[in-house]
């Protein structure tokens, strides 16, 4: 069954806890926008372009990876839009009038691209909105709206200040909201999603804050004349982005291209890898791993069979398990290798390398051994004893590799095992 690319901003099963972030995130539009409405809007240029902004920074927004959006000019727009005082702003935008003029820019932004059948999220954005909103209120407690920069140091200092730590709540903000919803969502632990939103926010959220800092301080300086200037390194940063996303995605086809060849060989069976890594993926959110090691433990566990290519004949339905250890181990060993002339993916082809070592003779004595060569190895156990063609039901599984654990299994994987499936985990 195909469905409209566009369609996931419409699916309620996707939101779980999303659906209370665009209630907050609509229910602040909408009532900003009746307070605008019966105040009026001040500085009528600046809100058309700022929202124009936005609303093209969403029309062009495109997805990072799997779970994430990006719309640098957009939300540097938004920021920049709330931080405006200086002496070409007569009256700058309250926190009413910030917060209508960006939830009308963002939903603008999006119909075209739900009507054209594009990638959206409108939690996503909504999580923008509410960001924004907490980046406007602090920066109006901070800098009344009557202020005014008559470029002197002692006042520019303050004013820099203030923009900094608006743009610091608005990312803890969005962090904070984010990091509910991948606990919500992927079962992490709210330390590491929290962990994991922050990184993310210092290293691409803040180049989109310094954005928004360098478009408030133009534009309060010279005025509309400040945003052609501000908007090109905005489009170059548009651009970066952009083109680190392709790479990831190509870098994502290509591994899972050399993860079917082991199904097209007949030595795994159809799905076998892709199931394995996404209980794996399961298991990593549950012990909260870095989204760095989640990845590399993905692309093992895609690529975990690659070397029983090097086998004479492939295991019945791909059963590598009735295997004896040693070709077992040795199909590891010359798996890593094949992962190793990559030359960037050598994490990968550590963790591929110890996937089939025994718990007490590896990892208990080894400490260097990754956790995710345990993670590889429960999950490939676990698959091939629920998987398509096995006949065992998640009960009887989990007891037979619970017989394994301390000798063959990790303890601490076999018991996040044991949370994943408890929560329903299905292929």
Known sequence: MTTNPGSEGLDLRRFGSGVVIVVAGCGLGLIALLVTARQGVTEWPFAATMGALVAIGEMVQFKVDRSRNRAPIATSAALGYAMLRGSDVAVAPDVAQVVAV??????????PRAIAGLWWDLVVSSRRVISVACAAAVFAALVPTGFVWNQTWHRGVPLVFAMVLSVLSAGVMDALVGAGQAT??????????????????????????LGGVL??????????????????????????????????RTYRT??????????????????QNARTASLAVAIGNDLGLTPARMEALEYAALLSGVGQ????????????????REERQQ?????????????????VAEIVRHSNDPYRQGRASNPDIPVESGIVNVSLAYEQLVGEGSGQTPGKAMENIGLGIGAEYDPVVVESLRRVVGRGFRF
């Open 309 to 324: 290519l090097a086998l004479a004949d492939p295991s019945p339905g791909g059963a590598s398990l009735l295997r004896s």
């Open 254 to 271: 290509t591994v899972r291209s050399m993860a079917r060849s082991t199904e097209i060989a007949g030595f795994s069976s159809p799905g």
């Open 184 to 209: 919500e969502r992927y079962n992490r632990p709210f330390p590491a999603a929290l962990r994991d939103e922050l990184a993310v926010m210092g290293r691409i959220g803040m180049a989109m804050g």
């Open 102 to 111: 960006v939830w009308v820019a963002t939903m603008a932004g999006i119909l």
């Open 215 to 248: 478009l408030a301080a133009g534009a309060s300086l010279i005025g509309l004349w400040a945003v052609p200037l501000v908007v090109v390194p905005l489009l170059l940063t548009q651009f970066a982005f952009r083109r680190f996303a392709s790479a990831q």
């Open 331 to 347: 199909a590891a060993e010359i798996g890593a290798s094949i992962i190793e002339r990559s030359g960037v993916l050598d994490h």
